[in-house]
């Protein structure tokens, strides 16, 4: 059974920044291709980016693509996600999963996450 401890959020102002970090067991050994997505207060959850483990990334939402940077040292089995340039709409709690294949690149296939980290951007 895989498990992924999500940390790293906060709250931060309008054009701040924040690296999210997820641990996740077996990520190397299974070379699992892996993901973030955000879920905002009574809202769905929204896919962010994904990557495999031969560096393959594919973002969700191009509103994210250029701001959210995803990364993974598999060295230490962990997943992490650089967001630059954070802005309100970007508040939600953030989480880290398992990517398939669909169509046209990696997409988040929500087979396992952890508690999450809430990320509030606010002035």
């Known amino acids: 059974r895989v498990q992924a401890v999500e940390s790293g959020g906060g709250v931060v102002q309008p054009g701040g920044s924040l690296r999210l970090s997820c641990p996740v067991s077996?990520?190397?050994?299974?070379?699992?291709?892996l993901g973030w997505f955000r879920q905002a207060a009574g809202k769905e959850r929204e896919g962010i980016v994904c990557?495999?483990?031969?560096?393959?990334?594919?973002y969700s939402s191009d509103s994210m693509k250029g701001r959210f940077t995803i990364s993974r040292n598999d060295a230490e089995d962990t997943l992490y996600l650089q967001m630059n340039s954070l802005r309100p709409d970007d508040t939600a709690m953030y989480y880290c999963?398992?990517?398939?294949?669909?169509?046209?690149?990696?997409?988040?296939?929500?087979?396992?996450w952890g508690q999450g980290t809430q990320v509030t951007v606010s002035s």
């Open positions: 990557i495999t483990s031969e560096g393959d990334i594919t």
């Open positions: 999963t398992d990517c398939a294949w669909y169509l046209d690149g990696y997409y988040p296939d929500y087979n396992f």
């Open positions: 077996k990520m190397r050994a299974a070379q699992l291709t």
